[in-house]
């Protein structure tokens, strides 16, 4: 393994398993289901955790360690658990840390599935929400009782790319001796660390940038190893784990992730800037541009915006229609931190499981574009936006 204080795309590259016998330069693929023992006191003292070795691959797996170790080198973490998507991870890892009667805190901004989990699903085991709009911090205080165990968030938020001052949201957790945990999907590591800023635990769906070609889907939590432990525990029983040979895909992925994020960025922020200029887009929202209402925290907290723009076609859901149906390059999708860009209306997909109003509050309305800018050449990128919008 490599030392300690490496840099970030040096740890992505050389963080590996050790070598078999063979001597490969490139980590194989584990793909079993089990691993045997020498006799039988051997196999007493791994399932007693006597040892710290692999039994199942739905407890642990060499290519899922590999993917682990790289992920907490990168978010300064100190353990983790990989999953077969985000959404395992998010529920994974609530329902690991919460019992009946909790209480979560939740910024209003946040994933369609998350917030369906919230108001759907954990009502029937007597676990509540309250939430706190993303430009109103100071509103959390107010809702914390001593019911309260989780402050969650995600910064940039999806859809709408807004900002929280993860410091601040630090700050009241530590004071109040809360759990914050941070879905760190649209920034990923390279962009944004939120355990510098005090998070005790960091969520991301692999599916997005640490994969970075729509190809596999996967889940991982990553924090303080007390808590992580405890999601340890409960998923090695109930089976969310992440498949080895996606683990393979997206430990392989991570070592292009810092190059390919600054493409992404650098590409986002240009056609941020397009169209900020154009005449029949409403507003632009990009947390590094300058017009953006947080450009300084986000500045504070990122190394650049992310592959996520948001904008308003000027005409509302009848424009957006028109503008979607006129596409030619861009792929219409679900997903987000692609190699290849895709445009997705959220009010009639990611977020459909909300109604008008719970939209509105969190700032989606239904002309509103979410681009998740690829790697294509940035000219052939604004050129198909721009016929689109003409």
Not at 52 to 71: A, D, G, H, L, Q
Not at 122 to 136: E, G, L
Not at 228 to 253: C, E, H, Q
């Amino acid at each position: 393994m490599i030392k300690k204080n490496k840099k970030f795309e040096t740890e992505a590259i050389r963080t590996q398993l050790e070598r078999t016998q063979f001597l490969e330069h490139s980590t194989p693929m584990y793909l079993t289901s089990s691993f045997v023992f020498e006799d039988a006191e051997d196999m007493r003292a791994s399932f007693a955790e006597e040892k710290e070795r692999n039994i199942y691959s739905r407890y642990s797996n060499p290519n899922s360690s590999e993917f682990i170790e790289k992920v907490c080198k990168m978010e300064r973490a100190e353990a983790g658990f990989a999953f077969a998507s985000g959404m395992a991870a998010v529920f994974s890892t609530f329902a690991a840390l919460l019992e009946s009667g909790d209480h979560i805190i939740s910024a209003k901004s946040i994933f369609g599935s998350t917030h369906t989990l919230f108001t759907q699903f954990f009502p029937k085991w007597n676990i509540k929400t309250s939430y706190f709009d993303s430009n109103a911090l100071e509103e959390i205080e107010n809702l914390i009782t001593a019911k309260t165990k989780v402050i969650y968030a995600e910064s940039p938020t999806n859809p709408g790319v807004d900002i929280l001052d993860l410091e601040v949201l630090g700050k009241i957790a530590g004071k109040n001796g809360l759990i914050l945990i941070i879905d760190n999907c649209f920034a990923s590591p390279y962009l944004q660390q939120p355990i510098k800023f005090g998070a005790d635990l960091v969520i991301h769906s692999g599916t997005k940038l640490m994969d970075g070609q729509g190809r596999v889907l996967a889940g991982i939590t990553v924090g303080n190893t007390e808590l992580i432990d405890k999601i340890y525990r409960f998923s090695r029983i109930t089976g969310p784990a992440l498949s080895p040979f996606n683990a393979w895909v997206l430990s392989k992925s991570l070592e292009t992730l810092a190059l390919r994020v600054d493409r992404h960025c650098s590409n986002a922020l240009q056609l941020a800037e397009f169209l900020e200029e154009h005449p029949k887009v409403a507003w632009v929202k990009y947390p590094f541009l300058k017009s953006h209402p947080k450009y300084e925290i986000a500045k504070k907290q990122m190394k650049a915006g992310g592959c996520v723009v948001a904008f308003e076609v000027d005409g509302g859901l009848e424009a957006g229609k028109k503008f979607f149906d006129s596409i030619k390059l861009l792929s219409l999708s679900a997903n987000l931190g692609d190699s290849r860009s895709i445009v997705t209306h959220p009010a009639s997909t990611t977020h459909s499981k909300l109604n008008a109003q719970e939209r509105e509050s969190v700032g989606i309305s239904d002309g509103m574009v979410r681009v998740s800018v690829g790697l294509e050449h940035i000219d052939d990128i604004i050129e198909d936006i721009e016929q689109a919008l003409g």
